[in-house]
Nanobody, 126 residues
């Protein structure tokens, strides 16, 4: 499975927007993708996930209506579009791959993912 590389993290003010990218060096065909984040002193939590064709998405409640998770399979890239950012959105953001989309209904369980990126830092100031 292709390595994953996140980018796009930055420091922004509350209310701002960011777009994170997760690029794979190989195909993401047949792979469900997810974004997780880990804030200071917090456990890693699932943010969003997307099915292989991009038809289905899932979001944790705290980001619904503010974040979207589009993907471009031609570019082997998944994005996390974040709007109306809040200080509590701060943290290291990681993308994860679920080859074969076997854990769709358990997408929040980070221990089930076999492939992770190195993370990109998002800091939201009030």
């Amino acid at each position: 499975q292709a390595p994953l590389l996140e980018s796009g993290g930055d420091s922004v003010q509350a209310g701002g927007s960011l777009r994170l990218s997760c690029a794979a060096s190989g195909t993401l065909s047949g792979t469900c993708m997810a974004w997780f984040r880990q804030g200071p002193g917090k456990e890693r939590e699932g943010v969003a996930s997307i099915s292989p064709a991009g038809v289905r998405t899932q979001y944790t409640d705290s980001v619904k209506g503010r974040f979207t998770i589009p993907r471009d399979n031609a570019k082997n890239t998944v994005y996390l579009q974040m709007k109306r950012l809040k200080p509590e959105d701060s943290g290291m953001y990681y993308c994860a791959a679920d080859l074969g989309c076997t854990i769709w209904t358990r997408w929040l369980q980070d221990a089930l993912y076999k492939k992770w990126g190195q993370g990109t830092q998002v800091t939201v100031s009030s």
